[in-house]
T-cell receptor, first 114, second 115 residues
Framework: AQSVTQPDIHITVSEGASLELRCNYS??????LFWYVQSPGQGLQLLLK??????LVQGIKGFEAEFKRSQSSFNLRKPSVHWSDAAEYFC????????????FGQGTELSVKP | GAGVSQSPSNKVTEKGKDVELRCDPI?????LYWYRQRLGQGLEFLIY????????KSGLPSDRFSAERTGESVSTLTIQRTQQEDSAVYLC?????????????FGQGTRLTVV
């Protein structure tokens, strides 16, 4: 069965520091992978997605993610974190031919220190 | 509308009562999804609609949960005889078509508390 694991429940980084949020997936075929962000009082917003091709994908708000098939990973990165990046981040995998439904990880809560 | 709208935003109900949660998708979006987010957990898929039919309802946790959709418009998620474990945020999303190539837009959710 497909699954997504986000090993870090909570991460704290200093403003201006780099960030990497981990995501590992379990899926038999080439996965469709997504990162969403959920800010307090806001709905989920799509940051970026990977379908095929270049394994380094760029997203909104300066985020990028790298697909590594050998490690079954799709880690999210940002070179310099801003205080407004404090939020909960969800990695998701989408099974093929299942109408676009998503299977989410448990989320990583990001706190940013001044 | 401009975005996916869910109502109510908060609902407190007594154990054993029935509740209805409403989702207004973005106009023209044929696909509509319901997810549940329990405290400290990720989102769990419940059901999705293509138009007013539900090709996949595999995520509904029990027969106390049901959902319907009128045409390509409003959807209602009904939970009968609510239990405390039903307490969660229920999120709705819509997309133009039920495909991975179209982005799903999420509402802000309904926070359900069963006391």
């Amino acid at each position: 069965a497909q699954s997504v694991t986000q090993p870090d429940i909570h991460i704290t980084v200093s403003e201006g520091a780099s960030l990497e949020l981990r995501c590992n997936y379990s899926y038999g075929a080439t996965p469709y992978l997504f990162w969403y962000v959920q800010s307090p009082g806001q709905g989920l917003q799509l940051l970026l997605k990977y379908f095929s091709g270049d394994t380094l994908v760029q997203g909104i708000k300066g985020f990028e993610a790298e697909f590594k098939r050998s490690q079954s990973s799709f880690n999210l990165r940002k070179p310099s974190v801003h205080w407004s990046d404090a939020a909960e981040y969800f990695c998701a995998v989408a099974p093929l031919n299942q109408g676009g439904k998503l299977i989410f990880g448990q989320g990583t809560e990001l706190s940013v220190k001044p | 509308g401009a975005g996916v709208s869910q109502s109510p935003s908060n609902k407190v109900t007594e154990k054993g009562k029935d509740v209805e949660l409403r989702c207004d998708p973005i106009s023209g979006h044929t696909a509509l999804y319901w997810y549940r987010q329990r405290l400290g957990q990720g989102l769990e898929f419940l059901i999705y609609f293509q138009g007013n039919s539900a090709p996949d309802k595999s995520g509904l946790p029990s027969d106390r949960f049901s959902a319907e959709r009128t045409g390509e418009s409003v959807s209602t998620l009904t939970i009968q005889r609510t239990q405390q474990e039903d307490s969660a945020v229920y999120l709705c999303a819509s997309s133009l078509v039920p495909s991975l190539n179209t982005e799903a837009f999420f509402g802000q959710g309904t926070r359900l508390t069963v006391v």
